[in-house]
Each structure stands twice: as C-alpha cells, then as structure tokens.
C-alpha cells in the first residue's frame, strides 16, 4: 500500500551541516519509498533568490531532482523563510509549486496542507510584515537588487524578527483556534497538516459537530519530523539523522 510523507521547517544553511546531512540521508532512503513528497515551507533558512551561488542550494537541488527521477513526486509550499524560492529552483529540482493552501485527496482521504504561518492571526506586527513582503512589485524590486544588498537586508529582517520575537509570548505565536476553523470550513476538509509553529502535536477538535484534526510538524534541529498519511490515516513521526 502507498503513502506520502510531509515535511517542513528544515531551515537548511551552510552552517546546519547535520541537518544537510539527516535531509541528505533522508531523500535516499525513506523518502524513495514514498509516492510523493510534500515539502510545505521553510527548507531553507532564508531564500533571497534562485541566483543566489550557495554551493548547499546547488547540492539540494540534486539530491531533491534524484528523488524525483526515481518516481517520487515532490511538491512545494512556501514558507515565511523562503517565500521568494522561484521557478528556477523548482525546475533544478524537480519540484512542482503549490499555491500557500491545497486540498489533496490521498486515499480516499481530504487533507488540507499549508505552511502555517497565515493561522497566527494573533501575530499582528507579523502579519503586518507579511502582507508587506507578499506584495508581487516589492518582490520583483528586491530580486532586482545586488545579492550583497539582498543578503544584507535578509540578515537585517532576520536580526528584527529575533528581537521582535523575544517581546512576543508563546500564546501570541501559535495559530488562533478561530482562523483554524475557518480555513478548515472554507475548505470543507476535517483534516489539516502544518509546520510553521516548531510545536509537533496532533490536535483534535470539531467543525460543525464533526470530528476534525490538525497535525502539526516539528522543525529539524536535532531529528528528523515527518508526518506519513496512507490508507489507515496520518502519523506524526520523529527519526534520528541518519542511520
Ligand atoms: O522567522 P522567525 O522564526 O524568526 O519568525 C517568524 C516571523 N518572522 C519572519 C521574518 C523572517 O524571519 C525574515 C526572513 C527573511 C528571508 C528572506 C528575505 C526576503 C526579503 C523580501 C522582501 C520583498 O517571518 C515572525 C513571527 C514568527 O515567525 C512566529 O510566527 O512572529 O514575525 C516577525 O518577527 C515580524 C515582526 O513582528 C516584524 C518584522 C521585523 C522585520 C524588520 C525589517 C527590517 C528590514 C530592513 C530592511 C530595509
Ligand atoms: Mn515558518
């Protein structure tokens, strides 16, 4: 019987080298089992554009596009780290870009997937920031610019989300339970995955009477979180780096 397997929040970097190494291992081994990949957001650390030289992009394009020709299907969801990866990175690897809320139906089964960031409605400063960034002229404006500037304004914003985030509380972090239920309503699905938040649960709650649930997954510091749905449902798994 089949299944597909999620994942998000990776955040790779040059300087992570045993998350490479645990995504690497990952691809060849328990991803090649699967019939498609989703990555839903937050691959890599930061995104300033598919020009950007780092040799760690280059490496994943390969291992993902790997992957791909060995029968995988992959899929993409942007994250709030790498929302300007473009059609240039998805053409290297293989990778098919989705819009920022899909409904796939996998085995008889609706799933809504999403990257998680647009439920912490309570973030309001956030939200702010986003709307800013997710404006299609000021994207075009800022892939236009040097990569030097682009990495010195990325590492300014990264530097203003850490100390914007050391005032904000945990509750002020999470997705609202209001903005959960009305994405999952406006979709009429009863089941929803999501990374984002770095908290892995399953959470059960109800929509209209009806029994629903929200996987959520982990981000990869020291291990690996992937959820698997097949026939009998979706599973929330952690697994070392490699090995
Ligand atoms: O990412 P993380 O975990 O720190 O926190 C997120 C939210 N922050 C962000 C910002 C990203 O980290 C920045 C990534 C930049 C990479 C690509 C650059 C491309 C630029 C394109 C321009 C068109 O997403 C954080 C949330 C948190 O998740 C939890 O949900 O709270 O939100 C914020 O911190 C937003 C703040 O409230 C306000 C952001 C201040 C940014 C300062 C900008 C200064 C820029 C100056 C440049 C001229
Ligand atoms: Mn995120």
Known sequence: MGHTLFIADL???????AITAGFLHFLQHDAREADALYILGDLFEAWIGDDDPVPLHAQIAAALKALKQHGVALYFIHGNRDFLLGYHFAAASGMTLLPEEQVLTLYGQRVLILHGDTLCTDDEGYQRFRRKVHQRWLQKLFLALPLRLRQRIARRMR????SANQHKSAAIMDVNPQAVK?????HHVLLMIHGHTHRPAVHSLEIDQQPAQRFVLGAWHTEGSMIRVSAQGAELIHFPFCG
């Open 11 to 17: 955040h790779l970097c040059p300087e992570e080298p």
């Open 182 to 186: 009305e994405t999952l309503r406006r």
């Open 159 to 162: 530097a203003g989300s850490q």
